[in-house]
């Protein structure tokens, strides 16, 4: 099993910047891609970014250049670090993460709200 915290979800102006942090615990040993996904109200999960053990990333052509995804040094945390941030951007964040056996496992979520 894995475990999924994450933190730095809150309001923000249009423009401004949040950034996104997730812890994983358990057997972290077995995480291959963590990431970031968002729902909005009425709608459904989407992707914002991945990162792979491996070191590739993958944008949502709507996060490009205003997004950015980082795994930490040891593998087990990933960031979001969300700029030029748009009323569109409000969602609901989840953190994620797929083992190599490709099982996923997901965080609790954290609110982001971006006021225009």
């Known amino acids: 099993q894995v475990q999924l915290v994450e933190s730095g979800g809150g309001l923000v102006q249009a423009g401004g910047s949040l950034r996104l942090s997730c812890a994983a615990s358990g057997m972290i040993f077995n995480i291959n891609v963590m990431g970031w996904y968002r729902q909005a109200p009425g709608k459904a999960r989407e992707l914002v970014a991945t990162?792979?053990?491996?070191?590739?990333?993958n944008y949502a052509d709507s996060v490009k250049g205003r997004f950015t995804i980082s795994r930490g040094n040891a593998k087990n945390t990933v960031h979001l670090q969300m700029n030029s941030l748009k009323p569109e951007d409000t969602a609901v964040y989840y953190c994620?993460?797929?083992?190599?056996?490709?099982?996923?496992?997901w965080g609790q979520g954290t609110q982001v709200t971006v006021s225009s």
């Open positions: 990162s792979s053990s491996g070191g590739s990333t």
């Open positions: 994620a993460a797929e083992t190599y056996g490709s099982r996923w496992f």
